[in-house]
C-alpha cells in the first residue's frame, strides 16, 4: 500500500506544475523549461508536449539558455525535439526552424556544458538528417518534391548560419537537387532515374569536400539527407 501511495506521490508532484497551468498560471521560459525537463511519465509526457506546441517562442528560448544559468542539456534537447515537430506541423515555418538549429549548432559552446556538446550536437544532427523521415519504413511526412524543397531550405540555412563558409559549394549542391526536383515534376516516374543520378552527384560531391569546405556534421546532415532522397525516390511507388 505504501508502494502505491508512493507512486501516486511522485506522479502527483510530477504532473502538478501542468495542473497549476491550467489554472491559469502565468508560462514563462524558466517554467515551461522545467515541465519539458521533469516529465517522466506517459501522461506528464503528453501534457507537456501539448503545452510545448502551444508555446514555440518560449521553446526558442530555452534553446539558447546558456551553460552560465544551468545545466540544460534535457531542457534544449526536449525543446528542439518540440520544434522540429512543431515545423513539420506548421507552426513554425521550416526557414526559421532550420535557421534556429543551425545557429544553435554554430554556437553550442555558449550554451552546453563542455561535457555535453558531443552528445548535443549529434542529437540536433541527426534530427536535422531526418528530418520529417522514417529510415525503417523508408517514408516520408513530406512529398518527394516536399523532402527536397526541405533539403533546399536546410542548405540556404547552413550558408546563411556559417556552418558552412563556402557558398559556392554549396550552391553546385543547390543545383544538383533543384535539378532532380525540376526532373520529377517534369516527368514523374520515368525521371525517378535520372532524379537519383543528379542526387547521387551532389552526394559525391559532399564526400569530396569532407574535411575541406564542410565539416563533420555539415557533411553528415547533407549525405544523411540525400541518402533518405534517394531511398524515398526508389521506394515511391
Excluded: W
Excluded at 489554472?23 to 501534457?47: E, F, H, K, V
Excluded at 503545452?51 to 539558447?64: D, S, T, Y
Excluded at 507552426?91 to 552546453?112: M, P, T, V
Amino acid at each position: 500500500m505504501l508502494k502505491m501511495e508512493t507512486r501516486l506521490l511522485l506522479v502527483f508532484f510530477t504532473i502538478l506544475p501542468l495542473l497549476l497551468f491550467g489554472q491559469g498560471s502565468t508560462l514563462n521560459r524558466d517554467r515551461l523549461n522545467a515541465i519539458i525537463t521533469s516529465a517522466d511519465n506517459l501522461t506528464s509526457i503528453q501534457m507537456a508536449r501539448s503545452i510545448a506546441l502551444q508555446n514555440p517562442q518560449l521553446l526558442e528560448e530555452i534553446l539558447f539558455i546558456t551553460k552560465n544559468e544551468m545545466d540544460n542539456s534535457i531542457g534544449r534537447t526536449n525543446a528542439f525535439g518540440y520544434l522540429l515537430e512543431c515545423s513539420i506541423q506548421g507552426g513554425i515555418s521550416k526557414e526559421h526552424f532550420f535557421n534556429l538549429a543551425f545557429k544553435l549548432i554554430k554556437d553550442i559552446n555558449n550554451y552546453a556544458f563542455p561535457d555535453q556538446v558531443a552528445y548535443e550536437i549529434n542529437v540536433f544532427s541527426t534530427n536535422l538528417s531526418y528530418y520529417g523521415y522514417d529510415p525503417v519504413r523508408k517514408v516520408s511526412q513530406f512529398s518527394i518534391s516536399e523532402a527536397l524543397q526541405n533539403l533546399l531550405v536546410k542548405i540556404d540555412s547552413m550558408g546563411s548560419s556559417g556552418i558552412v563558409s563556402n557558398i559556392g559549394i554549396l550552391n553546385s549542391i543547390k543545383v544538383k537537387i533543384t535539378g532532380a526536383r525540376t526532373i520529377l515534376e517534369k516527368k514523374g516516374e520515368a525521371g525517378k532515374k535520372v532524379a537519383i543520378n543528379k542526387i547521387s552527384a551532389a552526394l559525391n560531391e559532399i564526400e569530396a569536400q569532407k574535411g575541406k569546405h564542410l565539416n563533420e556534421d555539415a557533411c553528415y546532415i547533407l549525405r544523411t539527407s540525400c541518402s533518405n532522397l534517394i531511398a524515398q525516390i526508389e521506394s515511391t511507388d
